[in-house]
């Protein structure tokens, strides 16, 4: 008839193998970090489990006995095993999977800096172009961190995540250069009546962005260019741009297209309310580092600024109307990035996770969907 196995605390084991390796009890407890009375205690304990004798004991000596002899090398496999597995849940030992949607981005420089912050961490990029579609990785357990537009997503999809506010990008328009508009420092909203503009209509991947164009455009005369299927990478959105003639809605963080010109959007100034966004419960060391430098940058680059009379969607806007975070709050996000490394995903009571207060933040009352 088989014997029930038996469970041995690994700790039983350690005292064993420290004892066994130094043949000394004072020393064993030395290295253990425990008292010689505690070692003595878990050493009889393991030996009245295992119904053996693992020790020679004399008032001059401490020796094996065969038993113990036999049993040393079986500990030390265990508890090689053991330390791996303790490896294995370390989140420090898995790397962490930051989309930033392209190379030219907010969450590529927070990315960046983080990375630079934190330099025994390993934050792996990945360029999904478009919150909708990177959210649905995270929710699948694909990816753990993203950037985007979260007023954007479904409310299912919104549920499943923690997000904060980190930066509110003034949108620009990309021109072709022989454009009369291209000769502007700034294009006025109302010159770009009766204009088309590509907003990535038709990829599925990107359809919070595809919303907020649609969004600003109405009333304004602005035409949304016809869908397309999704582009995949920067050259093939160079030569399609190129071979439809396209403007392209954009944000002033941009790549530089050559036969192209960026120029920032006015009257009102429109924003893009770009969120960190990560999977509800996630709990790693990387995220306390990209919300740290998050926030850093936002204070240093005044990132939530709201210019005077800018425009932002209703459902951005309801959705960060919340307190700035308290100056004692501002000054903790701002401790060492190493501190700040070791935070997780935050209190786990609301979805929406205090940014940093910007000195120059003004959040102005107008009609309609300006700030």
Partial sequence: MATAPRDVEPRLLRAFAAVAETLHFTRAAGRLYVAQQALSRDIRRLERELGAELFVRTTR?????????????????????????????????????????????TGQRILDAARAAAPDLELVARFHSGLTGA????????????????????????????????????????????????????????ALAGETLYAADGNAATAEWTDLARELFAGRGIRLAAPFPEIDGEAEFVR?????????????????????????????VPLSPVSLAWRRGLSHPGLGALRAVARRLARAHDWLHRPRAAWLPEADRALHAT??????????????????????????????????SSGSERAVSEPGSTL
């Fill in 135 to 190: 959210a649905a990785e995270i929710g699948a357990g694909r990816l753990d961190v993203s950037f985007g537009r979260v007023a954007g997503l479904a409310p299912g999809t919104r549920a499943g995540l923690r997000h904060e506010l980190v930066r509110l990008e003034p949108m620009a328009v990309l021109l072709p250069s022989a454009h009369p508009l291209a000769a502007r420092a700034a294009v006025p909203l109302a």
């Fill in 323 to 356: 307190a700035p975070a308290t100056a004692a709050g501002a000054a903790q996000a701002g401790a060492a990035p190493a501190a700040a490394a070791q935070a997780g995903g935050g209190a786990a009571g609301s979805d929406v996770a205090q940014p940093a």
């Fill in 240 to 268: 399609l741009v190129h071979r439809h003639g396209w403007s392209v809605l954009a944000t002033t963080e941009f790549a530089d297209i050559p036969g192209m010109t960026l120029r920032p959007l006015t009257d009102p």
């Fill in 61 to 105: 000596q401490v020796r094996l006995t065969g038993e113990g002899e036999r049993l040393l090398p079986y500990a030390r496999r265990v508890l090689a095993a053991y330390d791996d597995l303790a490896g294995a849940a370390d989140p420090r030992s898995r790397p962490l999977l930051v989309d930033v949607g392209a190379r030219y981005s």
